[in-house]
């Protein structure tokens, strides 16, 4: 069952130029990788610079599941007339179309052969769609694109505000206008997209910047390779649009200035295992280009084959392909953040594969106030891991349109990217953690950390929060209630303000001097559930001494005491 929910009009367009009826797609495994010409003693031979970086920084060796599989024996299966799409270092296989399946014994019989599996019933054979002219940015070599930079752990300049538009709410529900304003808007990451088809993503002025600032650093299709995916499926377009939409006023998404390898994974019109084949090539090629996050809004549960269908059981972390190769690309070193699904009214109602993998951020639905969007499926996996891992807005966030307009959508398709554009800029904030060490910082900033449950996982995280905790600061977290936190303290010119509500109310908040007088305050403030932030600026003319900092509302109040400098 795929994840792809979501409201807005739907792209139809004529795919099928001529179709084949016969053959099918295999799975063809290898029984080792003897005689290859590659060894881990030299992987620049077949992962960028950036890849190797990565695996240095978090102390990761290269290793046998890192060498390519051997081409001989590719060489050896095309020979009897298989055709061959993707294949997995990883898992040492391939995954080939044969028009003639007759020849099958003979391919099995071949001695370095372990099995053959067949994965889809036959190949829609499409005419490719040419590239409109002008058109420069496919990048088939891994190596095309790499940006070798680092971001040193410094803080930079705190960055003029931005109009986020319509993006507004799901950046600062989990607070990544914060880190955008100290200047971490994603600068010299790399996130992979894995989705449907980029609807037009060359063309749309909403990806402007990112097409114009060179971070548009290639994409693949892993489904037809060579296929045109910016003719493809619209829902990776509008997944891209809240991680590195960049319209000030109308939609800014929460890594604007992320570099993104765009890299089709999904055959929206059919549903079989071999997607999640194609998944696991793609997430190899993302390992290999240096990716630092993968973003997947995907999820498979049901197939058109029903023998290839999972059962919940099979939602243990361990069992299925592509979650097992969600694991290994963390074990790499990748980010990966993964949407829970939209089954939480289905019969399935559970979360589906690979957010069933144990390292990795699996994101559930809330709507623009906070509260649980009925749609997002549940956890725990089965076997009794915290899923969702945190929830972002599922319901009603801002997407762009085919037609460069923004819409609100629905699904758990949008909450793991605006999710991943978060955590991009958090690790850009804190660079010399791992990747496991961010995920340990999202949940532990969660609003229900101390309580986590099984829709909203550890809660709605606070990239505030998560910040402080990744720069070694402490603080006091109730099991129950409301919390009041300020940020610096003494403070200069700016006071970051997060308020942790259990639900949503309205307040009113003021910061006054010794004798009362009040020097800033907002009435009828509305707080959602979960962390809110805040910034108080402008406060360099005050004069120096003790301030206070007051929550007041109807069922709650509290004051912190503030120093300036």
Avoid at 553 to 563: A, H, N, R
Wanted: glycine share 8%.
């Amino acid at each position: 069952m795929k994840y792809i929910f979501f409201f807005l009009p739907l792209i139809l367009t004529t795919l099928f130029a001529q179709s084949q009826t016969s053959g099918a797609m295999y799975r063809v495994e290898f029984t080792d990788k003897n005689n290859s010409p590659y060894s881990i003693g030299n992987p620049q031979e077949f992962l960028t610079q950036r890849a190797i970086d990565r695996r240095i920084r978090m102390d990761i060796a290269i290793s046998q599941s890192d060498i390519p599989v051997v081409q001989n024996y590719l060489n050896g299966i095309a020979a009897k007339g298989a055709v061959i799409h993707n294949c997995s270092r990883w898992f040492n296989s391939a995954t080939v179309f044969v028009s003639d399946t007759s020849v099958i014994p003979s391919i099995q019989a071949l001695s370095y052969v372990a099995a053959v599996v067949k994965i889809k019933p036959y190949l829609e054979i499409r005419k490719k769609k040419p590239f409109k002219e002008g058109t420069q940015y496919t990048f088939e070599n891994p190596d095309q694109g790499s940006d070798n930079k680092v971001q040193q752990n410094i803080l930079l300049e705190k960055a003029p505000n931005i109009d986020y538009g319509h993006g507004f709410n799901q950046a600062n529900m989990i607070g990544a206008d914060y880190l955008h304003r100290l200047g971490y808007k994603g600068d010299h990451m790399v996130i992979a997209i894995l989705d449907a088809g980029f609807y037009h993503v060359n063309t749309l002025s909403m990806f402007d910047s990112l097409r114009n600032d060179g971070r548009l650093l290639g994409y693949k299709d892993f489904v037809l390779p060579g296929n045109n995916l910016f003719e493809e499926s619209n829902h990776g377009m509008a997944v891209a649009s809240t991680i590195v939409g960049n319209v000030p006023g109308t939609l800014v998404g929460t890594a604007p200035h992320a570099s993104v390898w765009l890299l089709r994974s999904e055959d929206a019109s059919s549903e079989y295992i071999v997607e999640e084949d194609n998944w696991i090539a793609a997430a190899e090629f993302a390992d290999s280009v240096g990716a630092d996050v993968i973003n997947s809004s995907l999820g498979y549960t049901d197939f058109d084959d029903d023998s290839q269908s999972h059962t919940y059981a099979m939602m243990d972390g361990n069992t299925t392909r592509i979650t097992r190769g969600a694991d290994i690309a963390a074990s790499k070193g990748i980010l990966i953040v993964n949407s829970a699904g939209n089954s939480g009214n289905d019969s399935w109602h559970y979360i589906g594969a690979p957010a069933d993998a144990d390292s990795i951020i699996t994101v559930g639905a809330v709507d623009k106030a906070g509260n649980f969007a009925s749609f997002s499926s549940f956890g725990p996996s089965s076997d009794q891991q915290i899923k969702p891992t945190v929830c972002a807005q599922g319901e009603g966030p801002y997407v762009v349109s085919t037609s460069d307009g923004v819409y609100p959508s629905n699904g758990t398709s949008f909450s793991s990217p605006i999710m991943a554009g978060a955590v991009t800029c958090l690790w850009q904030a804190n660079p010399t953690l791992s990747n496991m060490e961010i995920i340990d910082m999202v949940k532990q900033s969660g609003s229900h950390f101390t309580k986590p449950d099984s829709m909203f996982g550890y809660g709605i995280p606070s990239m505030v929060i998560a910040h402080m905790l990744a720069s070694g600061n402490q603080f006091v977290r109730p099991d129950s209630g409301n919390l009041l936190m300020a940020n610096p303290n003494p403070f200069n010119a700016e006071i970051d303000v997060v308020v942790l509500s259990e639900s949503s109310m309205v307040v009113q908040l003021s910061m006054v001097n010794n004798s009362g007088k009040i020097h800033w305050s907002a009435d009828n403030y509305q707080l959602k559930p979960g962390y809110n932030y805040l910034l108080i600026s402008n406060l360099a003319k005050l004069s120096s001494g003790l301030y206070f900092l007051r929550v007041q509302s109807d069922v709650w109040s509290d004051t912190i005491k503030l120093l300036k400098n």
